[in-house]
């Protein structure tokens, strides 16, 4: 089958790119925006008993207010409010409301800090439309008026607040992208220059992988329109680092085919087929494994994670269908002369050093297998002191925005959980009105609870049916004691509720509270899928029963070594309170598929040295000789890129860049180098039950061997020199 791909885009190369660029044009010019959502209520299901809470909310106190943006007063001199400050705060607030900006539904004054030097306007927002770029805007416009409206009085003010929050993520994110596109393009550039020293071959996949993406986010726009997905500023970030890491990837292992070809003496378009033949079946291979383990997230049951799976998967699907048939048909086009000025494709140089660490592995298989074993088990201790968090707002953006500024000054200055106080929602069951008189034993029975600062009825509803209350928090809502609390509030609503009602408790904190448990869903649910698909695909490629269980055990302690080590570096040596929730979601996928891809390619190789007739401890050091410098190329211009998201300036991609280019490092510099092909030796020809994959095909002849293998033997260079 790649055989034929490589075949008709070889002989018909301008019809292939003319293909790809009509439906490039068509895709960019007709697909609809991509929306973005920043509310982490937006990520859950309607079982959960927090969104039930706030349908209950919508119901029963349709214009109850909730505020979108708070305005935190304070004085220019940090001395305490005056009452002409005090006038200043009222008349601001007046006249903001006055304005009628879009989404803005109610401006009222808020309570100032019993300190004295701190006064609030609260912003209510159209609740509809929560998390979405048009509140964003609305806060923009709101953070002008109210600096301009403190001209002339000795106050100062800073817009806080959801929509606020989603404003300054907003600016981060394209700071972010912005960065992490710069960064990647350097590296890929910079990295191709040093391996092939040709200009054209360092720029090509550059701008090839350009368009793809440019396609790639069209389709993904359509898939989230038509499935109703949610999305989130974030997967931009991570869109463009799979992107141009993956496509540079599928580039490197067609172009050291390519070449591998016209050393052997391939004229230049049948040695683009032949390229297309030998390493179609391992790319598309490994492109399958990373499209399944991406698309096992549609059974997350938080909204981010079921829009990022199709989304990265549809990126990937692209990207091999470009490496399969746009690549080779521009290549083909220029021919040799894409490796220009350099002149080093026209012959194969030594390459001691993974001949070397081949010939170790092929003694000592054993030792090999233990000491990186040994490795991994080490890194992988870490995890045991792993814990999430879950303010996805505070992740995305530096702490020096503004509304992170007004959330952290709010802590001071209020209770910590009074700008985002939990409501429990006690409505009868039988539609008669509550028993009022049991409403103040109830607020007591909330309030004792360990962590409650207070806890008060604000509201009932007009037919008396439904009453909530206030519950206020001595912890901000995101942090683990605040959640802690909240499940204990939750305990406390339900058994004491009177005969008659049923309560809910709603809020951040108990959003935060079944994100929590969704996410521990997602790890029962989404990575033994995974794992099982991918295994599944390693067994159709490998015509194997036993290798896939080890290849996918390493790749899985792979894992367990990179979260251990992010949460020593992060938790441990930074001080963070925990890792971001998602992460080990992410961090699993990632590790675990594009740690596959390197399994597959080391095992594939592994497996043509053995149909030479080698026996398996000889296959695997002949492997790692020749596999091994494609290896080592594509993992470091892998973790390299996906290391760029360091460079964001917020916590989320910071621990996200490290954690999977780190996981990335691992599976190809010690689970693909030496834990893989080292257990394959050990476990030899068993390892290939109950298939024959390691022998030769019967009736190939020793001659046609020896010049298979003599072509193989080009297959690759050195590090830095290889092809």
Do not use: C
Not at 82 to 111: C, F, M, N, W, Y
Not at 218 to 229: N, P
Not at 480 to 494: F, L, M, P, Q, Y
């Amino acid at each position: 089958m790649f055989r034929r791909i490589g075949n008709t885009v070889v002989r018909h190369p301008v019809w292939t790119i003319v293909a790809w660029l009509i439906a490039a044009v068509a895709i960019v010019a007709t697909a609809p925006s991509l929306p973005s959502s920043s509310d982490e209520s937006s990520f859950l299901p309607k079982s959960y008993e927090s969104i039930k809470a706030a349908d209950v909310q919508q119901k029963a106190f349709p214009s109850a207010f909730t505020p979108s943006a708070i305005a935190l007063y304070q004085r220019t001199d940090g001395g305490k409010l005056t009452a002409a400050d005090q006038q200043d705060v009222a008349r601001i607030t007046s006249e903001l409301g006055k304005k009628h900006i879009d989404q803005v539904q109610r401006v009222i004054p808020g309570q100032p800090s019993k300190d004295g030097r701190y006064a609030l306007t609260l912003v209510q927002m159209d609740s509809k439309n929560a998390g979405q770029p048009k509140q964003a805007d609305a806060a923009k416009e709101l953070r002008d008026d109210v600096k301009a409206l403190t001209k002339g009085t000795r106050l100062e003010a800073k817009l806080g607040g959801s929509a606020a929050q989603a404003l300054d993520q907003q600016d981060s994110s394209k700071r972010g992208e912005a960065l992490i596109g710069i960064g990647t393009f350097v590296i890929i550039l910079v990295t191709l220059l040093i391996i092939f020293r040709a200009p054209i071959l360092a720029v090509l996949p550059l701008i090839l992988i350009g368009l793809v993406s440019a396609i790639a986010n069209g389709l993904i726009a359509y898939a989230t329109k038509l499935f109703d997905l949610q999305a989130n500023s974030s997967v931009s970030s991570i869109l463009i680092v799979v992107l141009f890491g993956v496509g540079t990837d599928y580039f490197l292992f067609l172009m050291f085919r390519y070449r591998e070809r016209l050393r052997a003496g391939d004229e230049p378009k049948q040695a683009m087929i032949n390229a297309v033949a030998r390493v179609g079946e391992a790319i598309a291979s490994a492109a399958g494994a990373v499209i399944i383990a991406f698309l096992a997230l549609v059974l997350s049951t938080l909204g981010f994670l079921k829009q990022m799976g199709p989304a990265l998967a549809i990126a990937v699907s692209v990207t091999l269908i470009a490496g399969l048939t746009l690549i080779p048909a521009v290549v083909s086009l220029i021919g040799p002369k894409v490796f220009w000025p350099s002149k080093s494709w026209q012959r194969e140089p030594e390459n001691a050093r993974f001949a070397a660490l081949g010939r170790g592995v092929q003694r000592r298989p054993a030792l090999t297998a233990a000491l990186s074993g040994i490795v991994l088990v080490v890194l992988s201790l870490g995890t045991l002191g792993f814990n999430a968090t879950f303010d996805l707002a505070s992740g995305s953006m530096p702490k020096t925005k503004e509304s992170m500024v007004v959330q952290d000054e709010m802590q001071k200055a209020y209770s910590a959980g009074a700008a985002a106080p939990t409501d429990v929602y006690l409505s009868s069951t039988d539609g008669k009105p509550l028993d009022k008189a049991a409403f103040d034993a109830y607020a007591r029975k909330l309030g004792s609870v360990d962590g409650v600062a207070s806890a008060k009825l604000s509201q009932l509803n007009k037919g008396g049916t439904t009453a909530d209350f206030t519950v206020t928090l001595k912890y901000e809502a995101s942090t683990d004691k605040a959640i802690d609390t909240v499940g204990e509030v939750r305990d406390v609503a339900h058994a004491d509720a009177p005969e008659g009602t049923e309560a809910l408790v709603g809020g951040m904190s108990s959003i935060y509270k079944d994100i929590d448990a969704a996410v521990n869903h997602d790890y029962r649910t989404v990575f033994p899928v995974a794992a099982l698909l991918i295994m599944l695909i390693l067994g159709l490629l490998l015509r194997s029963v036993v290798a896939p269980w080890y290849l996918i055990a390493s790749v899985g302690l792979g894992f367990g070594a990179t979260l251990g080590a992010t949460v020593w570096i992060f938790q441990n040596g930074q001080g963070h309170p925990g890792l971001m929730f998602m992460l080990p979601v992410i961090m699993y996928l990632f590790v675990v598929a594009i740690g596959t891809d390197y399994n597959i390619l080391m095992i594939a190789r592994l497996r043509e040295e053995a149909r030479e007739g080698r026996d398996p401890r000889e296959a695997a050091g002949m492997a790692l000789r020749h596999a091994g410098p494609t290896v080592a190329a594509a993992g470091f211009i892998l973790a390299a890129t996906f290391a760029t998201m360091m460079l964001a300036g917020n916590s989320l991609l910071t621990e996200m860049g490290f954690a999977v280019s780190f996981g990335i490092a691992i599976a190809a510099f010690v689970m693909a180098m030496f834990f893989t092909p080292s257990l394959t030796a050990l476990i030899g020809h068993a390892a290939w039950w109950p298939g024959h994959a390691d022998r030769a095909p019967a009736g190939t002849h020793g001659a046609d061997r020896a010049v298979t293998a003599g072509e193989e033997e080009a297959a690759h260079d050195p590090a830095g020199r290889r092809g």
